[in-house]
């Protein structure tokens, strides 16, 4: 199964509130693909599943209808971190709508970590 990651707050943060996600990308998938998804976030880890609803060529018609999904609060933002992401001076060319099905946010592996240690002192 492919894995995705999301490295920007904003794309966490509508995962975990939304459930959805509209993501640039350099490559399409098919709709109906089964992906893993994985991001950080304040020292948390977000893991979880989602199908791809919708593959689409990054075209401002698209950007606009499915900007509300991105989690970013205007298509330049949404761009430029994407450019960032990349380091390329265009935009990628795919956006991909993904509905999460499955989601599991823990503490980092370093805490969790910490935590088991402090347990076998304990003991």
Known sequence: MMVISFKEDNAVKQI????VIATMRNY?????????????????????????VLTAMNIQ?????????????DEEEWINTA??????????KYI???????LRISEAKQEIEEINEQSYEIL
């Open 96 to 102: 991909l709508l993904i509905k999460i099905k499955d």
């Open 16 to 19: 975990i509130s939304k459930k």
């Open 28 to 52: 399409a998938k098919n709709v109906y693909t089964n992906i893993k998804i994985y991001a950080k976030i304040d020292d948390k880890e977000v893991v979880g599943e989602g199908v791809i």
């Open 61 to 73: 018609v698209i950007r606009k209808a499915l900007l509300k999904y991105s989690g970013f609060k």
């Open 83 to 92: 450019k960032k992401i990349y380091k390329k001076d265009k935009p990628p």
